[in-house]
């Protein structure tokens, strides 16, 4: 299938493609070093990356200060890391006393900040609108299709509860449930997730009967997703996406819309199948559980280990604690150990290279599995852990392939609000608006346009997705992944 080259084995081409990119980067960097020593002044932040550079031919810092601070002098400037910022080949700061600062006296978003973000949200949803007028009539997924759009809708009701949002979520649903194929199951790119947001649209307009019908048909793919051996467990596409569609249904319809057997069964077929590996691969010692995809061991939260790890510590899998500790613990302990000194991940068990920092591949995605074992398992290292990898994501993670959810900057800014929500630490709420503030000059970075520009987790509606949880950062939750 086209998504799934464009996410699987395309993207692992272009790991490699990227590895080697880097490495001729650093390559030439090292030379241009060695040519310039004594010339330019060089700003170095991280230890394991290329560093940025002021060169001597910029413009004086102070006449590229916004005006009413040169004028009144008094301006602090901080290079990073201790406050400021790095985009691909500049040199970011963060002048401290500047009137549009992100955060107010409380910690609060500013009221200022706030309204320069809606007034984007608006703009945004416009040439979304008018993009999606030549999107592919057919592509029903919430992953790049018009069940994510109506999940961007259903977001800004949440958040408005304005009655035109649930309107326009229920005509992108209606759209989506006409062209449901039956291949794949799962909530991001199968028919899970068309059939859970219309049951969720129809449950808030009391369609009763309507919310019923596409329940019914959710519940249906459970036989698939139990018979088909050949089924991976992913989030993407595999048994994990599945249930997150259950755990989301039950979430917002009330605790036990779907039977809490449907659930237990397709946990089950998640344990058995990574104890199996385990097994054939004789690593039951060290990590009882493993999962692969295309014959790889990814480790991220879309393709990977802890996408699935993710599902399975959620309260609503209900699976027992003795499995959790015996199984669950122990291979989540086993990813911990495989990252980077830099506080990143490698993609998969095979990949040397500490290149991707997204949430399909690296600490994006992973950071939120630690949280949730924080939460599960009560240990501080878990939590320690999180906010320590963190830092990667502060150093590297606005990135040039775009502003999406899935390999993009809005992403990786969700990082800093859920660590937000459990620690209720002002920097982590300061990284988020930064981030924001990077999707709020969107198309200006020279980014790559993704293949589907609008959508949401490659494209535009998923920069607004996140923009809009700055409203309400306490409720703050990844679309069709955190729960
Ligand atoms: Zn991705």
């Not at 595999?238 to 979430?251: C, E, H, I, K, S």
């Not at 998969?348 to 591949?361: G, M, T």
């Not at 320690?384 to 800014?413: M, P």
């Not at 607004?464 to 069709?480: D, G, K």
């Amino acid at each position: 299938m086209r998504e799934e080259r464009s996410h699987s084995i395309e993207e692992a081409q272009e790991e490699e493609e990227e590895v080697q990119e880097e490495e001729e980067e650093v390559q030439q960097q090292k030379g241009m070093q060695q040519q310039r020593r004594g010339g330019d002044a060089e700003i170095r932040c991280g230890k394991e990356e290329p560093a940025a550079r002021i060169h001597r031919s910029d413009p004086p810092l102070r006449d590229r200060l916004p005006e009413h601070i040169s004028r009144h002098g008094g301006a602090e400037i901080l290079p990073e890391p201790e406050a400021g910022l790095r985009g691909p080949g500049r040199v970011w700061f963060w002048i401290r006393g500047r009137a549009d600062e992100p955060l107010d006296e409380e910690g609060k978003v500013s009221a200022s900040f706030q309204k320069k973000v809606q007034s984007k949200i608006k703009d945004l949803l416009q040439q979304m609108e008018e993009g999606l007028k030549t999107a592919d009539p057919h592509d029903f997924s919430t992953y790049t299709g018009w069940t994510g759009i109506a999940l961007l809708y259903l977001q800004l009701h949440r958040c408005s509860q304005e009655s035109s949002h649930l309107q326009r979520a229920l005509d992108y649903v209606k759209r989506t449930l006409r062209t449901l194929n039956g291949r794949k199951v799962s909530f991001l790119c199968g028919d899970a997730g068309p059939l859970a947001v219309g049951a969720v649209v129809h449950h808030k307009l009391r369609n009763t009967e309507e919310s019923r019908d596409c329940l019914d048909r959710l519940v249906l793919l459970q036989s698939s997703v139990l018979s088909d051996s050949d089924l991976s467990d992913e989030l993407l596409y595999g048994r994990a996406g599945f249930l997150f569609a259950l755990l989301y249904v039950n979430r917002e319809m009330g605790e036990h819309t779907v039977e809490e057997s449907t659930i237990t069964q397709v946990v089950s077929a998640i344990l058995d199948s990574g104890k199996s590996l385990s097994q054939d691969q004789k690593k039951t010692e060290r990590c009882p559980l493993l999962y692969e995809w295309h014959r790889k061991q990814y480790l991220g939260a879309a393709h990977g280990l802890t996408g699935i790890f993710y599902m399975l510590l959620q309260p609503g899998a209900r699976v027992p604690a003795d499995v959790l500790s015996e199984f669950v613990r122990p291979s989540i302990d086993y990813v911990r150990h495989k990252k980077f000194r830099s506080g990143n991940f490698p993609s998969s068990l095979s990949n040397e290279s500490d290149r991707l920092v997204q949430w399909c591949h690296g600490s994006p995605g992973v950071i939120h599995t630690l949280l949730m074992a924080h939460q599960v398992f009560q240990e501080d290292k878990y939590l320690k852990e999180a906010s320590d990898c963190s830092e990667v994501i502060w150093q590297r993670g606005f990135l040039r392939k775009g502003y999406g959810l899935c390999h993009g900057t809005a992403g990786n800014g969700f990082v800093f609000l859920s660590l937000y929500r459990r620690t209720k630490e002002r920097k982590h709420l300061f990284r988020a608006c930064k981030f924001a503030e990077w999707c709020l000059d969107y198309g200006t970075h020279g980014c790559r346009i993704p293949d589907r520009p609008y959508s949401l987790f490659e494209g535009m509606a998923g920069t607004v997705y996140f923009l809009s949880e700055l409203e309400n950062p306490e409720a703050s939750c990844f679309p069709a992944f955190e729960l």
